[in-house]
């Protein structure tokens, strides 16, 4: 539902009308406020909560009060933004077919919202930098890590198969080819096509995990040993 800037400022001033208008209002506010900074991502930027009210026609103070920094500004955007990717369930319990069946799902998405998560990811980016140099100061810190409980389930039927390190370490090496992170990769770097993005990711996917699975069955770890000539 797209709302007005009149009506939000107009829900935001009015607080008269009991407990229900101000939950009315107040979600009307919000949404103007989510759908114009998620405008300003999508144009490319990494908007402030002074930014997203100025655009928004609110005010500054009302902004605040609904998202009290950029880093809860920019991840209730992102959480926008990844929609059904949150609630995503598979009812198979083959892992490599649940594991295709979550990037079927999250890939297309992802691209959908391509710059509002390149935008997030340079906040993060920035913030990091900041941080390095001492100059981030008490600003809250933006993060992320969806994709590490989302992998988790999709290869939740090997959690019996796989000890524990080994269960780890696959949803660690899937969360390299899951993200706006394989569209910077495939797609700015290597020039790739949609298609062709999602086939190679698809790819090493699968390849992933039956190459945890074939470890497990022969007992290797799939790491070897540093020798003294390496």
């Known amino acids: ?8 400022v ?6 008269s009308g009991g407990r229900g208008a101000e939950r009315g209002a107040r979600a009307r506010t919000r949404r103007l406020m989510l759908e114009t900074a998620t405008r300003l991502m999508q144009e490319g930027a990494t908007p402030s909560v002074s930014e997203v009210a100025e655009a928004a ?4 103070a009302t902004a605040y009060r609904y998202f009290p920094s950029q880093a809860a500004l920019v991840q209730a955007v992102v959480d926008e933004g990844l929609g059904p990717i949150l609630t995503w369930h598979s009812s198979s319990t083959d892992s490599e077919r649940r594991v295709a069946e979550l990037f079927e799902t999250a890939m297309p998405r992802i691209e959908a919202f391509e710059a509002t998560f390149k935008a997030a990811l340079k906040l993060s980016l920035d913030q990091w930098a900041r941080r390095q140099a001492g100059t981030l100061g008490g600003e809250p810190a933006f993060t992320r890590g969806h994709r590490v409980d989302l ?3 999709a290869i939740a039927p090997l959690k019996d198969r796989l000890p524990p390190r080994e269960f780890k370490r696959l949803a660690q090496a899937l969360s390299l080819i899951f993200g706006v992170e394989v569209l910077i990769v ?14 190679v990711a698809q790819w090493a996917a699968g390849a992933l ?3 945890a699975v074939a470890e497990s069955i022969s007992g290797g770890d799939g790491i070897k040993p540093a020798t003294a000539a390496e």
């Open 1 to 8: 539902m797209k709302v007005s800037r009149q009506q939000a």
């Open 10 to 15: 107009n829900d935001d001033a009015d607080q």
């Open 57 to 60: 026609e609110v005010s500054r």
């Open 151 to 153: 992998l988790k389930d």
């Open 186 to 199: 495939l797609k700015d770097i290597w020039g790739l096509d949609s298609r062709k993005m999602m086939s």
């Open 209 to 211: 995990v039956r190459a």
